[in-house]
């Protein structure tokens, strides 16, 4: 039998909710040679009834005794996989028709690409945001470094990569996915495919929602770890630490000496990158990366000293592209407080006339 372009793997536990939405989301894909290994992680509501329902030959049913977590249920799958890619869904995801045509043409253009996304909606209770992040390859692999830029139910992996790195780390209980595209983004060329091929469902029960705070923890130490490796001995784990808590987290540290201190850690980050690409222009596009990062994620609690060292730093890696960040916040505040007079005018006019 030929083996299949891509296998597709889900981990399931008590998902009779959303289940059928993700699964026949995929049977619905355009491109249809693909094998879906579902493992029903000790479910103990009606999940498995509503697998065996499905009568389609590229379903194969995986069973787990007890409950053993999601990265083990993931490695266990993709120890059957066959396929040259590898796609994974969650259970309260959704994907597009042309999702995996879309993905496959990319990976068939370029055999050094590794690991795969696309663009994405993020939908909650209460709103539906886009998630876009730009698909240029280089500043892609710069924000990797700092956090997950992929939604992990829209990723495709090169079955090569996968076993190349070695797979998941069995001791990533949370934010798995993260750790294993690092690695191989240090290997492999990384992509994002310019175009809405999936929605993802922020539920109450979900992994990312219950354990957010180890979610955090794991993903810091993946980053922190991404940069001792970039800098090769150059920055201690402190001062990989300072740097990446400044330029992520947007924490200013009160002290002048390890606000310079940070800012130096950052300085070194952006040249390390670029030394990394010898061959490549990548300087200005990662000098302006780290300009609108930093600026943007200043906190509002920083003071004007805090602030006015902050611009003098982006000012001096990047000039043009600082002056460009800090109008862009200025025409963005003014928007704000206008939009915020505009509707405390209306709700004046409002409550005149109903008076």
């Known amino acids: 039998m030929t083996a299949p372009t891509v296998t597709v793997v889900m981990s399931v536990y008590n998902g009779e909710k959303d289940i059928r939405k993700a699964i026949d989301s995929i049977l619905d894909q355009t491109f249809s040679d693909f094998e879906f290994f579902i493992i029903n992680d000790g479910s103990t509501d009606t999940s498995k009834k509503i697998i065996l329902s499905y009568n389609d030959s590229r379903i194969h049913l ?83 470094l700092f956090g997950t830029t992929f939604g992990h139910f829209s990723v495709m992996i090169r079955s090569e990569a996968y076993r190349d790195v070695g797979g998941y ?69 402190e001062e990989c630490v300072s740097g990446y808590m400044l330029m992520e987290r947007g924490l200013v540290p009160d002290d002048k000496k390890k606000l310079y201190d940070a800012l130096y850690s950052i300085k070194t980050f952006v040249t390390c990158f670029i030394d990394t690409f010898p061959n490549m222009k990548v300087d200005k596009k990662v000098k302006f990366a780290c300009v609108h990062k930093l600026l943007n994620n200043i906190s ?28 862009q916040k200025i025409i963005k505040n003014l928007c704000y407080y206008f939009c915020v007079a505009f509707d405390k005018h209306t709700l004046s006019k409002e409550t005149r006339l109903n008076q």
């Open 169 to 237: 780390n069995p001791a990533c209980t949370v934010a798995q996915d993260y750790e294993l595209w690092s690695r191989i983004a240090r290997k492999w060329e990384i992509g994002m495919v310019p175009k809405i091929l999936g929605t993802r469902r922020i539920c109450k029960g979900s992994i990312s929602l219950n354990k957010e705070t180890l979610q955090q923890e794991s993903a810091e130490q993946t980053s922190i770890r991404n940069l001792l490796l970039l800098t090769k001995g150059q920055l201690s784990w």
């Open 62 to 144: 995986i069973e787990n005794e007890k409950n053993i977590g999601l990265t083990p249920s993931l490695i266990k799958g993709l120890q059957l996989a066959k396929g040259t890619y590898i796609a994974r869904i969650d259970i309260d995801d959704v994907a597009m028709p042309q999702r995996f045509r879309e993905q496959v043409n990319m990976f068939n253009q370029n055999q050094q690409l590794g690991l795969l996304g696309t663009w994405y909606y993020e939908v909650s209770d209460t709103q539906k945001i886009k998630k876009t992040p730009s698909p240029d390859s280089v500043i892609l692999r710069w924000n990797l």
């Open 300 to 327: 509002p609690s920083c003071t004007i000293a805090q602030r006015l060292l902050l611009y003098r730093f982006a000012f001096i890696l990047t000039p043009f592209n600082t002056l460009c960040v800090i109008v």
